[in-house]
């Protein structure tokens, strides 16, 4: 038995815990064994130096007062663009309309067909604008597309009431 024995312990574990190491009252209770699937301890230093870089003179992001205004420009940009897309996909449906001896299921039909037009490339536009690391105006684009929704069906149905009358 070692002279030195952790408080709470028979001794018996000394070789696998760590000196110093806190254990409730009653943990060892003699028949603790080594573990063959422990990993070994690590080494006080690294083995591979540690890569240092040199810093670059010019800034790679503008200062963070800078970027607050931008991205909001940028969100706001990309909520305009979903919702002028909107205003097409409700108004461009018009116009075959118009021209078909049944307007409101010609209207209905190809309103459907425009906004999930306008759907795909509104998917396509955020994903091309986040891959390019312009992420503010994707997400700007996801919420004018889901906020003119609502209003899109509202002014379709009332065109359609003003269609079929």
């Known amino acids: 038995m070692r002279a030195r024995r952790a408080a709470g312990t028979c001794g018996c574990c000394e070789d696998i815990v760590q000196p110093g190491a806190i254990r409730p009252p009653g943990w060892c209770n ?13 080494p006080t230093r690294p083995l591979a130096a540690v890569a240092e870089f040199e810093s670059r003179n010019h800034p790679t992001a503008p200062p963070a007062e ?6 909001v420009r940028r969100v706001r940009s990309g909520i305009g663009t979903a919702l002028a897309g909107h205003g097409l996909a409700v108004a461009l449906p018009l ?3 118009t021209l078909a001896d049944e307007p409101g299921t010609v209207y209905v039909v190809s309103g459907i067909a425009a906004q999930l037009l306008l759907a795909a490339v509104v998917v396509a536009l955020g994903i091309a604008r986040t891959v390019r690391r312009d992420g503010s105006n994707g997400v700007g ?3 004018g597309w889901v906020a003119g929704v609502p209003i899109a069906a509202v002014g379709g149905i009332a065109l359609l009431i003003a269609l079929t009358a």
Do not use: E, M, S, W
């Open 30 to 42: 003699g028949q603790v064994t080594a573990n063959p699937y422990r990993a070994p301890l690590l």
């Open 66 to 71: 800078d970027r607050r205004p931008r991205r």
């Open 95 to 97: 116009l075959p309309a």
């Open 141 to 143: 684009l996801v919420i």
